[in-house]
């Protein structure tokens, strides 16, 4: 390790890649994003800024990562917004069906996709080592543990769909549709666990462009068979499905995504390079080290989602309230809300996880400094882009709702909760970054203490007071996320302040 990376001055500013480093890149050991001098120290309002250098190898590592995870998060939201034009009777209980649904589905496969936290720490660690043998053995016993927890946490959640659902939502157009929509996307959570391993460590190793071409074939695919299932087609014979046809279509886009990511990998620069298929390379000491490190993010997984599930629940209750039967309409404009701020919320969420890549790989590289400055350059960043959507967010917001659900009281009532959420969008850029990077250093579990503590304290209680008890209505139950990502912000900033995560060992 010191042979491949010479430090002559961390912090001077004015540190220049040895002999040896030229030769390891050259041999494609180590990315240029390593190479780089240690940028100077900013003081004053520069701190507001960021380093152009640093600011390229950012962005040309993280915006195949965030077009790759919005093109698969817009097959959710592709399947809210194309049932939307669906008949009204149909449409508004069918959206808020499939949203109630999409956190019980993610507690599921988030939970098994957080093999990608371990997966890529270790990944990126050794990539930065120039050791490729031991970035392939990640990617060997990664597979293990999510193909075969996939196969058992997915039968065992299919069975108990119609229970939790029936227990948690007074309308029951809403279970209705919510059991047959989530029962069929439950099928996928297997292909969605492996195709994290796979996304992971390829984007450990630097491409982050292949899960970029693969998500955009599954979201070209996942539209046309949502036009076809959603909709029908009377030549082909196909009946109109509904919201089951918006499952099923994921569902398969899904499997065709996992095949070619599986296609991909056999590719020989690096099926010979890496050597992942070996089963040799199963390891019981990497197996416990892939699960050591992701299981704090699986776990911080469940509680995230089971505070959306309460936190659905308490719109439930407003929507009891207020709507008809049959017309869960606030239900629906807290859906149209989600599907708009999920595209806020994973961009920043995959610019945390290449964001977490340049970090790891810079401390496998003994580049703590540069590591710290990756991390806080990488949030300036993003926080700003998502502070240009906020403006659209707050200026057009009908425009924007229009585009999910077109119907005028929808409109009404997300109007203004929308424009508060505009407010923060920069917020949640930086309290994702950092939190994906503290999961990609091995700080999983003071995350997971925090996002603990915001949930069970914060989201769904202060939902309930402002939302229920002081009757605020929609924007009122807002009033609890917009004040857990504040302070999870807060939390993640003053963690990453302190030195100790530059020292910890993978």
């Known amino acids: 390790m010191g042979q491949a990376v010479r430090m002559l001055d961390t912090h001077s500013g004015g540190e220049t890649p040895s002999n040896d480093e030229s030769r390891l890149a050259k041999r494609g050991q180590l990315e240029a994003f390593l190479l780089v001098p240690d940028p100077p120290p900013r003081h004053g309002l520069r701190r507001l800024w960021f380093d152009p250098i640093l600011a390229r190898h950012i962005l040309r590592m993280a915006l195949p990562v965030v077009l790759g995870m919005l093109t698969q998060t817009a097959i959710n939201i592709l399947d809210t917004v194309m049932v939307g034009r669906l008949p009204r009777e149909i449409a508004n209980p069918g959206q808020a069906a499939i949203q109630n649904s999409l956190p019980l589905m993610w507690l599921v496969g988030g939970f098994l996709s957080a093999v990608w936290v371990g997966t890529q720490a270790i990944t990126s660690r050794r990539a930065g080592e120039g050791n490729d043998a031991l970035a392939g053995r990640a990617l060997t016993n990664s597979l293990l543990i999510s193909i075969s927890s996939g196969v058992v946490f997915s039968i065992a959640a299919v069975l108990l769909v119609p229970h939790v659902l029936g227990a948690l939502y007074h309308d029951a157009k809403i279970v209705e549709l919510g059991t047959d929509y989530l029962q069929v996307r439950l099928v996928g959570v297997l292909a969605m666990a492996a195709t994290f391993s796979y996304k992971s460590f390829f984007d450990g190793i630097g491409k982050t462009r292949v899960f970029m071409v693969v998500a955009v074939v599954m979201n070209i695919l996942n539209v046309a068979l949502n036009f076809l299932l959603i909709f029908g087609n009377d030549s082909l014979g196909v009946p109109m499905l509904g919201v089951k046809g918006a499952a099923i279509a994921s569902v398969a886009a899904a499997y065709v995504g996992l ?233 993640m900033y003053w963690k990453l302040r302190r030195s100790d995560w530059k020292e910890i060992l993978i």
Not at 260 to 275: D, K
Not at 283 to 303: D, F, H, M, Q
Not at 320 to 333: D, F
Request: contains cysteine.
């Open 259 to 491: 095949v070619l990511l599986v296609v991909i990998s056999f590719a020989p620069r690096y099926l010979m390079r890496y050597r992942y298929y070996d089963p040799r390379k199963i390891n019981v000491g990497v197996l416990r080290e892939i699960i050591r490190l992701s299981l704090p993010n699986g776990a911080a997984t469940i509680v995230v989602m089971t505070g959306f599930v309460g936190f659905y629940w308490v719109v439930d209750q407003v929507n009891g309230l207020y709507a008809t039967p049959g017309n869960p309409v606030y239900s629906t404009a807290n859906a149209v809300l989600i599907s708009i701020f999920m595209v806020a919320f994973m961009s920043a969420l995959a610019f945390g996880t290449a964001t977490a890549a340049l970090v790891s790989q810079s401390l496998g590289a003994g580049r703590p400094y540069l590591a710290e400055r990756y991390v806080f350059d990488a949030a300036r960043i993003w926080a700003y882009a998502m502070w240009i959507f906020g403006a659209f967010m707050i200026f057009t917001p009908d425009a924007i709702i229009a585009l999910v659900n077109p119907d005028p009281e929808v409109i009404e009532i997300a109007r203004t909760p929308l424009r508060v959420l505009g407010v923060l969008q920069g917020v949640v850029a930086v309290a994702m970054i950092m939190a994906q990077t503290l999961y990609g250093v091995g700080l999983a579990k003071y995350v997971l203490i925090v996002e603990l503590c915001l949930h069970l304290l914060v989201v769904s209680p202060v939902a309930y007071l402002f939302g229920v008890v002081l009757d605020f209505g929609l924007l009122g139950v807002y009033v609890g996320p917009m004040l857990y990502v504040c302070l999870l912000a807060a939390a």
